[in-house]
């Protein structure tokens, strides 16, 4: 069996967890053009019975791309999408081909810790993430209970790895790989607030840092909660807010106040310097000028903020929510304003290339001397 991981244009330093934990599962290697795409076609050199492939709907059009090719190349080979243990990683979920090998586990502490050296792109991820210029990505749970509108993770069986279980895969990678530090990935972390707890007690010998890269649900995050974190090592938190609207809020089933997350800003700001809050562009009921007002809002309280856009259920297929190559779709109003706000808020987020981040830049001077807001 040979695994491929296709080109996804984005997330360039995080592996597909998803995949790792079945190519563990079978012992399987894993050709990575997410994070190694030169040669792109080097797939080709390798003869394989069955060739794996993951498909998560940013990468649909590349999957059949890669299967078509290895089909025409080795017509007596087993072309399948490979699928289970997780079903959605950073906001895309992973979907299936015309034929599927599915592997039925539970998200669990009975996995076996995901063997990123079957990787051949490991090479890239060791050394970035021994001179800490990537984060070891960690997933300790999968899915989520709540019925937010927008998101693949969205009122699905939540299964969670035990606070001791990802201590130990942490430590192992310190040990194994060097690893300087660390990332949560998961739907949503902070579910079981005890859980949390006993990980952040668990971690802080390891001194590593850490932080969540999806964003804390901010009705279930305190003082108490934000001062065990720093002191585990976590040096920045993010809130998925979405919009600053209460009409947006309820009508995408966020289940969140304005309140709410302004006290999990309050609680956050006493002891992180950096704090991250995570908006869509043209979620339903939404307007340019409510868009805009979640763009000052997050501006008045000095905080990272990243918009992506929204991308309706039927329109997942190779959609981007962010990056150069993100394009807006929603039907709510016009694109040509969605990609306006888009360009004001590249400049509000802390690590774009310097050619993206110049071009924020000047799209913010352009578009303050168009208007005000």
Not at 38 to 66: H, M, T, W
Not at 111 to 123: A, C, W
Not at 172 to 194: P, T
Not at 249 to 273: C, P, T, W
């Amino acid at each position: 069996m040979l695994l491929i991981n296709p080109d996804c244009k984005v997330n360039k330093d995080i592996p597909n967890i998803g995949l790792a934990y079945i190519a563990t599962y079978f012992g399987a290697k894993v050709i990575d053009l997410n994070t190694s795409l030169k040669p792109r076609n080097r797939f080709l050199r390798q003869q394989s019975d069955l060739l794996g492939i993951s498909v998560q709907s940013r990468c649909y059009r590349e999957a059949s791309r890669i299967a078509g090719l290895y089909q025409a190349r080795y017509p007596n080979a087993q072309v399948k999408s490979v699928s289970g243990i997780l079903s959605v990683q950073c906001c895309y979920p992973y979907l299936k081909l015309a034929d599927d090998l599915y592997v039925n586990q539970e998200f669990s502490d009975a996995l076996s810790f995901p063997n990123y050296e079957l990787f051949d792109s490991f090479g890239l991820f060791l050394k970035n993430w021994q001179k800490d210029k990537w984060r070891y990505a960690l997933m300790t749970s999968r899915g989520c209970p709540y019925l937010c509108l927008y998101c693949a993770a969205r009122n699905s069986h939540w299964q969670a790895r035990s606070a001791q279980n990802c201590y130990k895969e942490i430590k192992s990678a310190q040990k194994k790989w060097g690893i300087k530090s660390f990332l949560i990935i998961d739907d949503c972390f902070n579910i079981d607030r005890q859980r949390v707890m006993e990980f952040c007690d668990l971690i802080r010998p390891l001194g590593l840092s850490w932080s969540c890269a999806n964003g804390l649900r901010a009705d279930r995050f305190d003082a108490q909660l934000a001062r065990k974190m720093k002191d585990s090592g976590c040096d920045y938190v993010g809130f998925g807010i979405e919009s600053i609207d209460p009409k947006v809020l309820e009508a995408v089933n966020k289940g969140e106040s304005i309140g709410q997350i302004e006290d999990a800003l309050e609680n956050a700001k006493r002891y992180f310097k950096q704090i991250n809050g995570y908006f869509i562009i043209g979620l339903p009921k939404s307007t340019y000028e409510k868009d805009i007002n979640s763009l000052k809002w997050a501006r008045e309280r000095q905080i990272n903020a990243f918009f992506s856009y929204y991308i309706p259920p039927d329109s997942m297929l190779d959609r981007l929510f962010y990056g150069p190559q993100a394009r807006a779709v929603s039907r709510e109003y016009p694109a040509r304003l969605q990609e306006e706000i888009y360009a004001l808020t590249k400049s509000m987020r802390p690590k774009e290339d310097s050619e993206y981040l110049f071009k924020g830049l000047l799209d913010n001077i352009r578009l303050f001397w168009k208007k005000e807001f």
